[in-house]
């Protein structure tokens, strides 16, 4: 029985994208996404993820881009065209420092869990 409740949830969340959403907790610098939804593929991203792009920030500005649509700092709009930039940039910065150094390995399952966020996000 449950399985069917769970297919058929499915169906739904796929046939009507603007039912889903993104799920985010905590407050303030403490904002962070929940991966608990994620497949199990994007939760091994987001491990990745949350090591390699809190180095120098924390997850509240990214979690805002999502919810807003706009970046906070830079104010640009946070679509599915500007991901592919803010990755390459972040991934440009981390080259300056040992300790927040990001891999061509790391660097593709982040850049897919942000696709596969942003289209949970229905953007
Ligand atoms: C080396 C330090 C560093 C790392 C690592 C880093 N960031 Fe950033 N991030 C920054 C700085 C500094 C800013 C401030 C805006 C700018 O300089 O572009 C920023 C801003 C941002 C913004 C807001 C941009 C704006 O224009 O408002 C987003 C979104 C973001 N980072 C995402 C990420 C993601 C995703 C990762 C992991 C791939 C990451 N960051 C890793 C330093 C870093």
Redesign the pocket.
């Known amino acids: 029985m449950k399985r069917i409740i769970v297919a058929c949830l499915l169906c739904c969340i796929m046939v009507s994208p603007a039912l889903a959403a993104l799920k985010v907790t905590g407050r303030g610098e403490a904002l962070r996404f929940d991966p608990a939804e994620f497949t199990p593929q994007m939760k091994a991203n987001y491990e990745i993820?949350k090591v390699?792009?809190?180095?120098?920030?924390s997850q509240q500005?990214?979690v805002i881009?999502f919810l807003s649509g706009?970046?906070?700092?830079?104010?640009?709009t946070?679509d599915m065209d500007s991901l592919k930039s803010?990755?390459f940039?972040?991934?440009r910065?981390?080259m300056?420092?040992p300790e927040?150094l990001?891999t061509k390995e790391q660097?593709k399952p982040?850049?897919a869990l942000?696709k596969y966020m942003m289209q949970e996000s229905s953007r």
């Open positions: 993820f390699k792009c809190t180095k120098c920030h500005r990214i881009s706009h970046m906070p700092i830079s104010g640009q946070f803010i990755s940039r972040m991934y910065k981390a300056n420092k927040t990001i660097i982040i850049h942000l």
